[in-house]
């Protein structure tokens, strides 16, 4: 149960990854200011919350089951919340889905789509929401779709934030997603994921949730922004489209050349911050 005056926070999605180090990290905040409503799909997965959560389970940190495919589920996880009262909900929950697009049956994507589904609102979507990736033309798409859904709520004035991480590990790919990547994508790959990857650590952060105003926007890897402002910078599209195609198939020093001017454009004293909307 929560006390007095701290902030009652519900996360979507859990079991591992950037939700678990969220998760975690707000329920072990040193002012203890949150209490922390952790969900998942199937609470046999939540071994490894419990362990990384420590003192904290029981205490700033409960467990709840939600599946957010599901609006019976829904509505079973919030009537079960003392009051139904949540101050910030951060929806985390997601598919991942990579492969080319000709290779991936229909019921996956419609899958991948179906996952997207008075508090202040934080919506973990990705950096390819705003670019996108060769073989990830999935993935890619439902996070457009979940970007334009939130831009349009933004207009109406609701509270909210986008977290927009780039790349980061994940398990498994099937045979054929395998020999695209080893054989044609890998080679040209390496140095961009090597440069622009992140850890669940890199990415979780608090700023957005103290905030007093928050951006809406929010990229986690300043190395993004260089392509991100490409696709703006003229209307056909061109200039992204393809800078990108040449980072990832035209090799050599160029590219290893454009990697390191990437950095210094991204960093600190150079990166653009802006201003937070009243």
């Known amino acids: 149960?929560?006390?007095?005056?701290?902030?009652?926070?519900?996360?979507?999605?859990?079991?591992s990854g950037i939700g678990l180090k969220m998760a975690v990290m707000l329920a072990k905040d040193e002012q203890k200011r949150y209490h922390v409503i952790v969900t998942m799909r199937?609470?046999?997965?939540?071994?490894?919350?419990?362990?990384?959560?420590?003192d904290a389970y029981g205490k700033t940190?409960?467990?709840?089951?939600?599946?957010v495919c599901s609006d019976e589920s829904v509505k079973q996880c919030i009537n079960g919340i003392i009051d139904r009262r949540v101050d910030v909900i951060i929806n985390n929950a997601g598919i991942g889905l990579v492969g080319p697009v000709e290779s991936i049956p229909i019921e996956q994507i419609k899958k991948v789509f179906e996952s997207l589904g008075g508090s202040d609102i934080i919506v973990v979507s990705s950096v390819m929401g705003l670019q996108r990736v060769v073989f990830n033309d999935v993935y890619a798409a439902s996070k457009f779709?979940?970007?334009?859904?939130?831009?349009?709520?933004?207009v109406q004035l609701l509270k909210l934030s986008l977290i927009e991480p780039g790349p980061k590990e994940y398990p498994g790919a099937d045979a054929d997603t395998v020999h695209y990547f080893k054989n044609v994508y890998l080679p040209s790959s390496l140095d961009i994921?090597?440069?622009?990857?992140?850890?669940?650590?890199?990415i979780c952060t608090k700023k957005v949730i103290e905030a007093s105003s928050p951006r809406f926007r929010n990229l986690t890897n300043p190395l993004h922004m260089p392509i991100?402002?490409?696709?703006?910078?003229?209307?056909?599209?061109?200039l992204s489209v393809h800078a990108f195609y040449h980072m990832l198939f035209n090799l050599g020093t160029p590219m290893h050349v454009s990697m390191t001017a990437m950095k210094y454009l991204t960093c600190e004293c150079l990166s653009l911050v802006s201003p937070p909307v009243s």
């Open 42 to 54: 199937d609470l046999k997965r939540r071994d490894k919350l419990v362990e990384a959560a420590g």
């Open 61 to 67: 940190l409960s467990l709840a089951v939600l599946d």
């Open 193 to 202: 994921f090597e440069t622009l990857g992140q850890t669940p650590d890199d």
């Open 1 to 15: 149960m929560e006390s007095p005056g701290q902030k009652v926070m519900l996360i979507t999605s859990c079991s």
């Open 228 to 238: 991100v402002a490409l696709k703006y910078a003229n209307e056909t599209g061109g």
């Open 145 to 154: 779709a979940m970007e334009g859904f939130c831009e349009s709520l933004a």
